[in-house]
């Protein structure tokens, strides 16, 4: 049986944290990369209509494996909360607050992805529309939920360079994963603005961002999964402070 220590210890919380973060990256690669990515054929609504209306349930697993993520983000949340809470209290909070934000904003943007469904489903009321029109209706939709993704990753964006430095001055994390993690975040703000800026250039931007991202992301999860957090130095910050 797991004792009241070993709950409150801060491997218990690191290792929680790594395993919610291993979920967030699988269910987000299933998601856009191996599901979406698949199906969505860029600047052809009609083709992309014919791979949902195809494989609807498999276009359902890809949302629900978002949903998954999110409720992941929200458990990685608290748990970066209670580990960096003695580093920086007010800016442990503030990662919070950007988290949830991001949070919020990709939950409802879920809504532009099941729109598609509706718009190429056999109801009654959508005779009413041609079939190219309720094609662009659910290329709209999706071309949304890409704009949706990419505002909730703002805010994610700032999340990181707050859990970089908190990382990197944490002393019970290695510095290397907190220099790692504020360049995704610098590289999570970049992708996003040029999306909505320089919308000409996102396609580019993405395929350069994204590398450092997935490595920064990858190694930060592994290691809370892996190696935790060093509990010696953790104490030693603990015991200098009053209880919080």
Not at 47 to 71: C, K, N, S, Y
Not at 100 to 119: D, E, G, S, W
Request: glycine share 6%; with cysteine.
């Amino acid at each position: 049986m797991t004792n009241s220590k070993e709950i409150t210890s801060p491997q218990f919380y690191a290792r929680t944290g790594g395993l919610a973060y291993l979920i967030i990256i699988v269910a987000g690669a299933l998601g856009e990369l191996f599901i979406r990515n698949t199906m969505i054929v860029p600047g052809d609504a009609a083709a992309t209509a014919r791979h949902i209306a195809a494989a609807p349930f498999l276009w359902r697993i890809g949302i629900a494996g978002d949903l998954a993520m999110h409720v992941c983000d929200l458990i990685l949340a608290i748990v970066y909360y209670t580990l960096f809470k003695r580093v920086n209290k007010n800016l442990a909070i503030l990662s919070v607050l950007f988290g949830l934000i991001q949070t919020a904003v990709l939950v409802a943007n879920k809504l532009n992805l099941m729109l598609p469904l509706f718009f190429l489903g056999n109801a009654a009321y959508l005779k009413a529309f041609d079939p190219q029109q309720l094609q662009a209706l659910a290329a709209i939709s999706i071309k949304a939920h890409e704009h949706g993704f990419a505002i909730g990753l703002i805010f994610f964006g700032f999340e990181c360079l707050i859990d970089g430095y908190l990382i990197f001055k944490s002393g019970f994390l290695p510095k290397f994963l907190g220099v790692l993690i504020l360049v995704a975040g610098l590289c999570y703000l970049v992708n996003s603005f040029t999306l909505i800026l320089f919308p000409a250039f996102a396609n580019s931007a993405f395929t350069i961002l994204m590398a450092p991202i997935f490595i920064a992301e990858l190694s930060t999860c592994l290691w809370l999964l892996i190696k935790g957090v060093n509990v010696a130095k953790w104490n030693s910050l603990v015991n200098s402070q009053p209880a919080v």
